[in-house]
């Protein structure tokens, strides 16, 4: 085999395409727009930004601060362009869309390794076993390869709407007022944590998500599809009672604090093995992010929450990852395609770019015989890695396989819950997030001394 097959000129395609590329390795670029396009991208250019012009934010300090700089010291194209093309922004970095999809069309058709092929890619039996193939068709994954997809994994291993509950950060929690229990006593005594409320605080709850204001359906997303994955607000204006019923409902818990069986409440599920973060279980929803803030902050317990992502429920195509990707990101029963981008079930622009590098890097030293190389969790990247994978941290901080997969996948961006917590605390937060920031990027830069080798 002599050459990168990357499919989808995105964010992560482009990215990939670029970094085998200038690792050395041949590569042929395929990108369906404009003669095929998606429900949302307007132009043909590589690297469009379907939606907001932010790649938020810009601080060091911050979540996507810290992925930015990872990106930027692996050379990142997208991040190249994106300062390249800045527009003022406060603290985010934003861009001026057009010159940032030029800016990346114009060296991707300017770099002598990469061939540009225009085209969809209707399947993936083209492709010889022994290629080295990166799939980054995004999201809104062509309709033809996504059944193709859905074929080869099997079952329900390919979703296409993302329902999202908001996920809290642990230490925003009030643990005098949330309690660790399972309903009946069944499974493990601190699985959930839960929010208790008495009649008065749920009236209070229920009416300010009644009267919350929600997203915009876009045209191209059916209403309909989302009956399976219901929004709590659409719930809710079923009755008052429906959610006492359904994913509020009290059974089986008894609040230890004054031996009553709440009037509702609200179950806290963690979303990973420190417990850094806790997902709100069944709130899924569609409320703007402002109105998502004021809503669950009404919960006894969530006064103070800060929300490491918020909700959302959108068309989103994306592998049940923890299931069928190695963490090399190849498919566990197609070793020779790597998986990129979006698709992978990580969510956001610089997220996608970032698996986009990693498939770009993997698939550039598998073709030139080099050893294998793996970011630690404690990178940003790695983080997100281990998210997809279903990896935990072991004390070496490599990413493990794991099988503790237990409820359904959901998508994530990069948020500091994603990232293991420090072996000796730190109960300053400004100080704690710049710890983790340097511990992530000391082991980033060895990562990357030693890929680019
Ligand atoms: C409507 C919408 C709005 C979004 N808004 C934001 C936002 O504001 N901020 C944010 O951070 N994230 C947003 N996202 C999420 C995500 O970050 C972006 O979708 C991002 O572009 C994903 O990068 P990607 O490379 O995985 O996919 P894309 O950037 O979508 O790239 C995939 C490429 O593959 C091409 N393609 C698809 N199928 C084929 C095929 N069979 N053959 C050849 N080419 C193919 C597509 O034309 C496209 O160019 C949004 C997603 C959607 C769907």
């Not at 709407?161 to 229990?181: E, L, Q, R, T, V």
Request: proline share 4%; net charge negative.
């Amino acid at each position: 085999m002599s050459e990168v097959f990357v499919i989808g000129g995105g964010l992560s395609g482009a990215e990939a395409a670029y970094r085998a590329a200038e690792l050395g390795v041949a590569v042929t670029l395929y990108e369906m727009r404009p003669d095929k396009m998606t429900e949302a991208h307007k132009t043909g250019l590589l690297g469009e930004l379907v939606c907001s012009n932010s790649l938020r934010s810009d601080s060091p300090d911050s979540a996507h601060g810290l992925i930015k700089q990872e990106l930027e010291a692996a050379d990142s194209l997208i991040m190249e362009a994106a300062r390249a093309t800045a527009v003022p922004a406060g603290g985010c970095l934003a861009v001026d869309r057009n010159l940032f999809s030029e800016f990346i069309t114009a060296k991707i058709k300017a770099h002598p390794n990469i061939r540009l092929v225009y085209g969809e890619v209707a399947s993936l039996s083209s492709f010889d076993t022994g290629a080295a193939v990166v799939l980054a068709t995004g999201p809104l994954t062509s309709l033809t390869l996504a059944e193709e997809l859905q074929h080869i994994l099997g079952g329900q291993s390919l979703y296409f709407y993302d329902a999202i509950s908001p996920i809290i950060d642990a230490d925003s929690i009030d643990y005098d007022k949330a309690f660790f229990a399972s309903r009946y006593g069944k499974g493990g005594g601190d699985d959930y944590l839960n929010c208790p409320m008495n009649a008065e605080e749920y009236d209070l709850f229920y009416n300010s998500l009644i009267n919350a204001d929600k997203v915009t359906v876009r045209n191209f997303e059916d209403e309909k599809v989302f009956e399976g994955c219901m929004p709590i607000e659409v719930m809710a204006g079923r009755g008052k009672d429906t959610l006492r019923f359904g994913p509020l409902k009290p059974v089986g818990l008894i609040d230890p604090r004054n031996d009553i069986k709440p009037y509702a409440v609200i179950q806290l599920r963690a979303e990973n093995v420190e417990k850094t973060s806790y997902n709100l279980v069944g709130c899924q929803t569609r409320l703007k992010y402002a109105e998502q803030f004021s809503v669950f902050r009404c919960v006894p317990g969530l006064e103070n929450a800060e929300f490491l992502r918020y909700g959302s429920i959108h068309r989103n195509t994306y592998i049940d990852s923890p299931r069928h990707l190695n963490k090399d990101l190849t498919l566990k029963s197609m070793p020779h395609v790597y998986i990129a981008g979006q698709i992978t079930g990580v969510e956001g622009y610089l997220e996608s770019t970032a698996m986009g590098l990693l498939a770009g890097i993997y698939a550039a030293r598998k073709l030139r015989g080099l050893d294998e190389v793996l970011p630690s969790r404690f990178t940003a990247c790695g983080s997100l890695v281990g998210h997809i994978t279903g990896a935990t941290a072991d004390n070496s901080s490599n990413i493990q396989a794991s099988n503790a997969q237990t409820s359904k996948f959901q998508p994530s961006n990069i948020n500091f819950g994603l990232l293991p917590p420090l072996s000796v605390p730190i109960r300053d937060k400004a100080k704690k997030r710049q710890a983790v920031v340097a511990r992530a990027l000391a082991d980033w830069k060895r990562f990357i001394a030693e890929s680019y080798r």
